[in-house]
Antibody, heavy 117, light 111 residues
Framework: ETQLEESGGGLVQPGGSLRLSCAVS????????MNWVRQAPGKGLEWLSY????????IYVDSVKGRFTISRDNAKGSLYLQMNSLRVEDTAVYYC??????????WGQGTMVTVSS | QSAPTQPPSASGSPGQSVTISCTGT?????????VSWYQHHPGKAPKVLIY???KRPSGVPDRFSGSKSGNTASLTVSGLQAEDEADYYC???????????FGGGTKLTVL
């Protein structure tokens, strides 16, 4: 069964850091580009970042450029999101998402990140 | 880069059809045939319904269909069922420098 499982969420103070992980199973990880998408409480979905199959190319939404870094380890079947300089407005459920033909076909269940003092 | 505009709400009775619009710009919806639609039941993972404007992944009922004209994409849900009540989001590729942009979402109510 194709699965994505996020971990690493939690409570962090403004200005702090967190590293999210996404473990994949059921498909050949290195065959797919990957993304992170988030949903703040009461808000809509927001695409955050994309990484190519081999990890050589990344794209970020303006609101996280310079603060968040996407990476992957194909040998481990894992996707990561390093989040620095966190702000209250980064509070959200963060989803790991597989890319398929410029769409998002497989989603994890999400991990909650709360930024609060 | 601003989000494509969706109506905040839509509704219909069981068996009816409803269409949700997604209006962007020539830099996103109008510029690429990479518009997708997602169904999101609160507390669950979003599910892709349509990709590349009008293609359905396997397992998605043909009651769901997509189209695009100019800068506006549309999702039509035919033969409404109670389980269709959910939030619906459009999403468009916006170029290799900008990535993707989601619409603001539409809450569909089945009366």
């Amino acid at each position: 069964e194709t699965q994505l499982e996020e971990s690493g969420g939690g409570l962090v103070q403004p200005g702090g850091s967190l590293r999210l992980s996404c473990a994949v199973s059921g498909f050949i990880f290195s065959d797919y580009s990957m993304n992170w998408v988030r949903q703040a409480p009461g808000k809509g979905l927001e695409w955050l970042s994309y990484i190519t199959r081999d990890g050589s190319g990344m794209i970020y939404v303006d609101s996280v450029k310079g603060r968040f870094t996407i990476s992957r380890d194909n040998a481990k079947g894992s996707l990561y999101l390093q989040m620095n300089s966190l702000r209250v407005e980064d509070t959200a459920v963060y989803y790991c998402v597989r890319d398929y033909n410029y769409a998002f076909d497989i989603w994890g269940q999400g991990t909650m990140v709360t930024v609060s003092s | 880069q601003s989000a494509p505009t969706q109506p905040p709400s839509a509704s219909g009775s069981p068996g009816q059809s409803v269409t949700i619009s997604c209006t962007g710009t020539s830099s996103d919806v109008g510029g690429y045939n990479f518009v997708s639609w997602y169904q999101h039941h609160p507390g669950k993972a979003p599910k892709v319904l349509i990709y590349e404007v009008n293609k359905r992944p396997s397992g998605v009922p043909d009651r769901f269909s997509g189209s695009k004209s100019g800068n506006t994409a549309s999702l039509t849900v035919s033969g409404l069922q109670a389980e269709d009540e959910a939030d619906y989001y459009c999403c468009s590729f916006a170029g290799s420098n900008s990535g993707w942009v989601f619409g603001g979402g539409t809450k569909l109510t089945v009366l």
